[in-house]
C-alpha cells in the first residue's frame, strides 16, 4: 500500500504490517484510513478461530458450572459462576467482532444476534461478579442457566449460518 504519491522517494517497509511506504524526504505522509483498517483488522480465518476458542471456552465453563450446582457446591459454584460470566462477555465481544465482519445483508440474523446478546447480558447482569449464588437458591440459578444454554444454542446457530453464508457469498 502506498502511503504518498511522491515517487522519487524512497520505499521504506513497515514492520509487522506487510506494506510498502514512500517516505517523503521531509516528512511521512499520514496513512490514509482504509489502510489503518486492512493493517487492524483480523483476517477471518482467525476470526474464526477466534470465535471457536471462545465458544470453547463458553461451553467448558457451562458444563463444569452445572455439575457444581448439581452437586450443590456453593463455593465452586459462584467461583466459576465469576469465569464463566467473564468467559461469557469475552465470548459476545469476539462473536460481535466476527458477525459484523461478515458482508452479508441479513438484518434478520442480526437483529436476532443482538436479542440474544441482551438475554446473556442479562445473566451476566444478574449472577455475574458471584452476585447470584449466594442471593438465589441453587435450583433457581441452575434454571436460568438452563435457559441461557438454549439462548446460546440459538446464537451458535445464527452465527454459523451468517459465517457459512459470507464464505458462499465471497466464493461466487
Known amino acids: 500500500m502506498i502511503y ?8 521504506t517497509r513497515l514492520a509487522d504490517t506487510g506494506t510498502t511506504a514512500i517516505v517523503n524526504d521531509r516528512q511521512p505522509s499520514l496513512p490514509t484510513l482504509p489502510s489503518l483498517t486492512e493493517a487492524i483488522l ?3 480465518q482467525d476470526a474464526d478461530l477466534h470465535l471457536f476458542r471462545a465458544r470453547r ?26 469465569r464463566f460470566c467473564g468467559n461469557l462477555s469475552r465470548y ?5 467482532y466476527r458477525a459484523f465482519q461478515t458482508r452479508s445483508a441479513q438484518t434478520t440474523r442480526y437483529l436476532a444476534l443482538a436479542s ?12 455475574g461478579n458471584g452476585r447470584g449464588v449466594p442471593g438465589e437458591p441453587l435450583p ?20 454459523d449460518d451468517l459465517i457459512s453464508n459470507d464464505r458462499f457469498a465471497t466464493t461466487h
Open 4 to 11: 504518498s504519491k511522491a515517487a522519487t522517494a524512497p520505499e
Open 42 to 44: 483480523v483476517p477471518e
Open 57 to 82: 471456552a463458553v461451553l467448558s465453563d457451562l458444563l463444569k458450572l452445572s455439575t457444581a450446582l448439581d452437586d450443590g457446591v456453593v463455593d465452586l459454584s459462584e467461583t466459576l459462576l465469576r
Open 92 to 96: 459476545l465481544s469476539v462473536s460481535h
Open 116 to 127: 440474544t446478546t441482551r438475554e446473556v447480558m442479562r445473566f451476566c447482569d444478574r449472577f
Open 140 to 159: 433457581a440459578v441452575r434454571q436460568q442457566l438452563g435457559q441461557l444454554a438454549m439462548t446460546l444454542e440459538t446464537r451458535f446457530e445464527l452465527e
